[in-house]
């Protein structure tokens, strides 16, 4: 007899994903695991808390905090990698190099959850080995119900783990207050009007042509239009990260793209268009279940 032993929510992914339409792409899901197997004389299959532990490692070494696009895409060195992708119906190009880590290739034509997940199971069942029949992997994305989705790409530098890689991403939503009133008008001109849907996050002092990109701005913040492109590049301690991107895919920031520092801003912008004696509330999320809250009152 074989048992299927499930753990829903067993780790969360935060990756980017190169979309043949859209580019660069955020994304979160949580990690759903069943193991297929028979279980052993006192019928137990597989401790939890080693499972928990072993999908969890595994996940995090191999696709977490990374560009995910398919294998053979990028020009491959020892610890290097360095890609030059075209996509969309204006044949954008995105332009990204860094240390070897930083990217997760998978074995398909295009990236979708279900390769995604397709991969996992693969690489699951090559860890495991012989102790299961097999391994199953389910990759969700959070329920936001009517929620705008806002699909967010950064990279920080001074981060000292995973975090500083330049292309990782998320998909939430983002809430907000004003005088303690939910507004769900505002929540929608935030993520669908004024940041697009689908954006890279960058703060301006790691922008190579900063002084191009500045005069094209209205202000110290935005998305440049008026310039063609948008150059990233910063020293993390992985290694050198590089990028350009059609200027139309990037949000300047004049300071680090933390999720404290995005819901502060948020916050800001907020108040700028309902009025200074408004009470702001503004809860961002970075990925799933985590993220900051900025008040202004």
């Known amino acids: ?55 969890k490692n595994i996940i995090d070494e191999i696709c977490d905090h990374r560009f995910v696009l398919p294998k053979g895409m990028a020009k491959l060195t020892e610890d290097r990698f360095q890609l030059e992708l075209s996509y969309g119906a204006k044949s954008q190009q995105l332009y990204y190099e860094g240390p070897r880590q930083a990217i997760c290739e998978i074995p398909s034509q295009y990236v979708s959850t279900n390769h995604i997940a397709s991969y996992l199971e693969q690489e699951m069942s090559n860890h495991f080995g012989e102790q299961f029949e097999q391994v199953k992997i389910q990759l969700e994305e959070a329920n936001l119900g009517t929620k705008p989705i806002l699909n967010y790409t950064h990279g920080l530098k001074q981060h000292y783990g995973n975090c500083q890689r330049l292309f990782h991403g998320h998909h939430n939503s983002v809430d907000i207050w004003v005088n303690e009133e939910s507004r769900s008008d505002l929540e929608s001109w935030l993520v669908r009007d004024h940041l697009k849907g689908n954006i890279h996050f960058c703060f301006v002092e790691n922008i190579v042509n ?16 008026k310039c063609p492109f948008v150059e990233i590049k910063y020293q993390g301690n992985q290694g ?10 990037v949000y300047v920031l004049p300071i680090e793209s933390t999720v404290e520092n995005l819901s502060s801003h948020f916050a800001k912008v907020i108040q700028s268009k309902t009025g200074p004696k408004d009470r702001i509330k503004v809860k961002a999320y970075e990925g799933i279940n985590k993220g900051a809250i900025s008040y202004i009152s």
């Open 1 to 55: 007899m074989s048992i299927s032993l499930f753990c829903d929510h067993i780790s969360v992914l935060d990756i980017a994903y190169f979309d043949k339409t859209k580019g660069l792409v955020g994304a979160s899901y949580q990690v759903n695991v069943e193991f297929v197997g028979k279980p052993d004389e006192e019928g137990i299959l597989i401790d939890f808390s080693l499972a928990k532990k072993a999908v």
């Open 240 to 249: 050198m990260f590089r990028s350009i991107l059609p200027s139309e895919e």
């Open 210 to 225: 900063k002084e191009q990109v500045l005069d094209s701005l209205e202000g110290e913040y935005g998305i440049p239009n």
